[in-house]
């Protein structure tokens, strides 16, 4: 019997495969042409269910009446009762294209759209929004009349198929083909018909297209018991992902070996859906190891312990997961053991790293076993894990260019340094030193303090020696602190700006250190003189550079006696211009020391320089506490703004190493610039929030924008000057009091991870980061001097169009911002799971300022619906946390996604109380859920003189009468 007459209907498909980033191949068409609606109508009818054979059909030689079945084995006329069968899943999108020939196409232009009635389904190729005709592939129920001798369809007689089904028949004519194929099954026979329009082919290769198609569409309707999962444990965790995993923890480790040794205890493949003792081990040492072990469905009984151990539920890894967490093994160590279940196939993952807490390891279990379902699954295309790769920030400035080369092996660290040294002092060309021509940060500041720790520890003399050289031209030497200059006090107002007004330390009376804001007529929050600084005294009119003589240079008048500006007398043989760039240092000098205060202020001097290659940089401050700041040839091209906001941030340097000394003087200087650098662009900000350049605001700050936007995905406590705006937020919400008390905060030491920590135990740390992460992603950070920071941020961009598993660990203090689109008319099942203190935020629209949307809201971990483009932003000020997103399906009705729970029967026939659902399916169909299906006849539907020729159905299930 043919299928009632359907409504057409447009739907959409997930794909079947792909890489990390799964795209619908579909083009979503809107019908709203009455005319088409009743044309697809009509082809429906037609095509999917309505063809059968003509009228005229020979009878005079049917094969004698076969005997009428056992009542026994009677099914009601519609057929055997079998779970709903969509048509429009027995093929998948790639099994289309290839047989429409789209592959040669691009990707973008093998539109397909899908028309669906009763069991069947038809699928047409769309051109420019137009349905292409005469190209078409069709899959529906089949008929016994198509085997009748002499059967005829649409005048066209029938032919012999063979090598696929019972039975097979052809009906072929120009242009087009149908193929009519019968299958004995537990459940009754199926009957398929499935038909290719393609007027390029001949028949005969039109035929063994639709073989193939009709093979996979009945391997695609399920029936029967399911056979046995098979799988290689040691290729659910390949060696690569397990040396990746286990080698950072074999360092200091007795016997551990420089490679991942695998023991096998079963001849793989083993069956996976029964218990079993199989297990793979990948090792390190004895106690540093992962191992694949099968499972059974008694790992998902409730209370169940491993080894005493009762394992607690984890959500979206499979089906089912359950974590045992601390099981004790021989040895006196602990394990953690992930139990998975997929379908019918069970497996664990064990870990054993000793090094790493077990509450910990679970985020490391969740993506090996995430990578073992892609693997048992064949279909890699279901998993999306972040990958972070470093991004090149070479053009960032000279120490990242220097780091970048050294790291590529085009240098060592010491001829790095000697090649950049050379450079300022022009004796090598910027082809030779610099990867990138242009630089987004031209500042010397860091090349000099790297040299200078490098003649303390570097390994190679040769290279320590030309240091040491170039040095000489460059710096402050310590036997100089008598000949610095200037006299007499400044006329500005002094201590009315940052770094005066810090926090007072106060001793409680068990003597623990506490930041406590002062009474308000204590005069501001003056840092405490207790006696650990001494003004300096700066008493000479000679510049403190070797190699220059006084008389090259006269002395500004700062009209303060321990700051001084020298500038060379014959300056214009260098292109300085006395009225134009003395004028702008000294308004520089006087606008900066408004803001810092000169207090705790070493003596600071500023020399114009006849160099090249950098634009300024600042000298490390010598023991005489005098601090100087080159301004070399390239300043020249700055305009005013750019040249006083550079000099502002030159002294922020000096101002920062006198008031943080302990920060900045144990700390190495790559361990400490992401802050120092960062804290020194957020205080030039603040003397210049909205300079002008040629009528227009010229932030020299924005430059780092793109920078920070490269290293988001990095921890904050690894990047460097595009911190500033970390400090500019930290500035709106709690003022300069509390920029202060996070750098007082860290600790004095060179590793950036206690730096982390020291972050991360800050109290409302995590909740204030994730807020500030919000502020990029939607482009509405406040600008000292007004307005928001012009900022793009990155995303990871996901087009959802089908099933898929995102699994993350985001960096602490890194950023990871997922853009998902999903198509117009569809909704996503979506549902996630986090880890230690994550916090995950979404909103609708596009990173970016005007990306649209709504405010932002928390993403719930239980599934929901979403639909159109949204923002995805995780956070965490934690390492060894995880956070996993699963697409379930995705639909075109929302309430789709709201799964129906089978109607109990009984209490007797479910589960006992406190135990897990059944998992594996019932061995019989409610009603309610399963029907007749068109695709299938049971004995003595199919016509005598079919059944003359078909296998005796064996033991057939019977199920709507059970």
């Known amino acids: 019997m043919g299928p009632e007459e359907p409504t057409p209907e447009s739907q959409e498909t997930p ?24 044309l697809v109508s009509a082809l429906i009818v037609a095509n999917v269910g309505g063809e059968g054979p003509a009228a005229e059909a020979p009878t005079a030689t049917q094969p004698p009446t076969a005997e009428a079945p056992d009542s026994s084995e009677a099914v009601s006329e519609a057929g055997p009762q079998v779970p709903p069968i969509t048509g429009c899943s027995l093929l998948t999108d790639d099994d289309v294209e290839e047989a429409m020939g789209l592959l040669s196409l691009p990707w973008a232009e093998r539109g397909l759209i899908l028309f669906e009635g009763g069991e069947g389904c038809v699928w047409q190729h769309v051109a420019d929004g137009e349905i292409v005709e005469g190209l078409s592939v069709k899959v529906a129920p089949g008929t016994p009349d198509d085997f009748q001798p002499g059967a005829l369809l649409n005048g066209v007689e029938s032919v012999p198929a063979s090598e696929i089904g019972e039975e097979a028949v052809w009906f072929g004519r120009e242009g087009e083909g149908v193929l ?36 996979t569409a009945i391997e695609r309707i399920q029936f029967g018991p399911a056979p046995p999962v098979e799988a290689d444990l040691c290729q659910l965790v390949t060696d690569d992902d397990a040396e990746q995993l286990l080698a950072p923890h074999r360092e200091g480790r007795p016997f551990a070996r420089d490679e991942v040794v ?47 151990v009762v394992g607690e539920p984890v959500s979206v890894v499979g089906e089912e997961a359950v974590w045992f967490e601390g099981v004790p093994v021989t040895g006196a160590f602990e394990t953690g053991i992930l139990a998975v279940r997929t379908g019918e196939a069970y497996f664990r993952i064990v870990l054993s790293l000793p090094d790493v807490e077990l509450g910990d390891q679970l985020g490391i279990a969740k993506r090996l076993a995430i990578n073992a379902l892609a693997t048992l699954s064949g279909d890699e295309g279901e998993l999306i894990v972040i990958e972070r790769a470093e991004p090149d920030l070479s053009k960032m400035g000279f120490v990242d260019n220097l780091l970048t080369k050294e790291q590529s092996e085009e240098w060592t660290l010491g001829e790095g340094l000697v090649a950049t040294l050379r450079f300022f002092v022009d004796e090598v060309d910027a082809s030779q030193v610099l990867r990138d021509p242009e630089l987004v940060n031209y500042s010397g500041t860091g090349i000099i303090r790297l040299a200078t720790e490098y003649l303390e520890t570097g390994p190679d003399a040769s290279a320590k020696a030309e240091i040491t050289r170039l040095l000489d031209l460059l710096v402050f030497t310590d036997g100089q602190e008598d000949s610095t200059a200037g006299s007499g006090p400044l006329t500005v107002a002094l201590n009315t700006g940052f770094f005066t007004l810090g926090l007072t330390a106060q001793q409680d009376s068990e003597g623990d250190q506490d930041y406590v804001t002062p009474d308000e007529d204590d005069g501001g929050y ?22 220059w003589t006084p008389s090259a240079y006269e002395v500004a008048d700062t009209g303060a006696w321990k700051f001084a500006v020298f500038f060379p ?8 211009k006395r009225e134009t760039h003395l004028l702008w240092a000294l308004e520089a ?38 601090c100087g700041i080159s301004v070399n040839r390239p300043m020249q091209t700055r305009n005013e ?49 909205a300079p002008l350049c040629n009528g227009q605001r010229c932030d020299l700050e924005w430059r780092l924008s793109d920078s920070l936007a490269a290293q988001e995905t990095t921890s904050m406590v690894l990047r460097s000057d595009p911190n500033w705006l970390f400090f500019q937020q930290v500035f709106w919400e709690l003022g300069n009091k509390g920029v202060d008390a996070i750098i007082r905060a860290l600790p004095t030491s060179v590793d950036p991870i206690a730096h982390e920590t020291a ?8 909740e204030f980061y994730h807020n500030f992460s919000k502020g990029l992603t939607d482009g509405s950070i406040r600008d000292s001097g007004g307005g928001e920071v012009p900022y793009t941020p990155r995303a990871d961009t996901v087009s959802i169009g089908g099933p898929w598993i995102l699994f993350d660990e985001p960096e602490p203090f890194g950023v990871t911002r997922l853009y998902l689109t999903i198509t117009q008319g569809e909704f996503a099942c979506m549902e996630s799971q986090s880890s230690g203190d994550i916090l995950v935020s979404y909103r609708s629209g596009s990173p970016g300022k005007g990306g649209g949307g709504g405010g932002w809201q928390q993403l719930p971990e239980q599934e929901d619906v979403y639909s159109g483009d949204m923002v995805v932003l995780v956070t965490t000020t934690r390492p060894q946390t995880d956070f996993t997103l699963r697409v379930k399906k995705v639909v075109e009705d929302p309430e789709d996604c709201e799964e129906e729970e089978p109607e109990e029967e009984g209490p007797e026939e479910g589960p006992e109380e406190g135990s897990r659902r059944p998992l594996s399916p019932p061995t019989s169909c409610d009603l309610s859920v399963c029907g007749s299906s068109d695709f299938f006849l049971g004995r003595g539907q199919v016509g005598p003189w079919l059944e003359q020729v078909l296998p005796p159905l064996s033991d057939p299930v019977q199920m709507g009468d059970q």
């Open 15 to 38: 794909p079947t495969g792909g890489n990390q980033t799964p795209l619908s191949k579909r083009m979503l068409v809107i019908l709203g042409i009455v005319g088409l609606v009743a």
């Open 180 to 215: 009519s194929v019968v299958q004995g099954t537990p459940l009754g026979y199926l009957f398929v018909r499935v038909t290719l329009n393609r007027s390029d082919l001949d028949d005969s290769t039109r035929l063994e297209i639709v073989k193939g198609l009709a093979a």
């Open 262 to 308: 695998t023991i096998d205890n079963f001849s793989a493949p083993v069956d996976i859906s029964q218990p079993g003792d199989f297990s793979c081990n990948k090792l390190i040492t004895a106690e540093i190891y992962v191992a694949v072990e099968s499972g059974s469905a008694a790992d998902f009984e409730a209370g169940i312990d491993i080894g005493g």
């Open 526 to 547: 003056r840092i405490p003189d207790d006696g650990t600084y001494e003004q300096p005294a700066c008493a000479s009119d000679e510049p403190a550079l070797p190699g």
């Open 569 to 576: 007398v014959a300056g214009l043989e260098n292109g300085w």
């Open 589 to 626: 000098l006087t606008d900066s020391l408004a803001q810092y205060g000169d207090d705790f202020m070493p003596c600071i001097q500023i020399l114009f320089s006849r160099f090249g290659g950098s634009y300024t940089y600042v000298l490390d401050t010598s023991p005489s506490r005098v």
């Open 641 to 689: 703004g750019h040249f006083k906001q550079q000099i502002a941030a030159d002294i922020a340097h000096c101002a920062i190493a006198a008031t943080y000394p302990d920060q900045t003087e144990v700390a190495s200087y790559l361990k400490r610039r992401w802050w120092n650098h960062a804290l020194a662009e957020y205080m030039s900000n603040i003397v210049y929030p």
């Open 759 to 766: 972050l991360a135990a800050l109290p409302g740390m995590a």
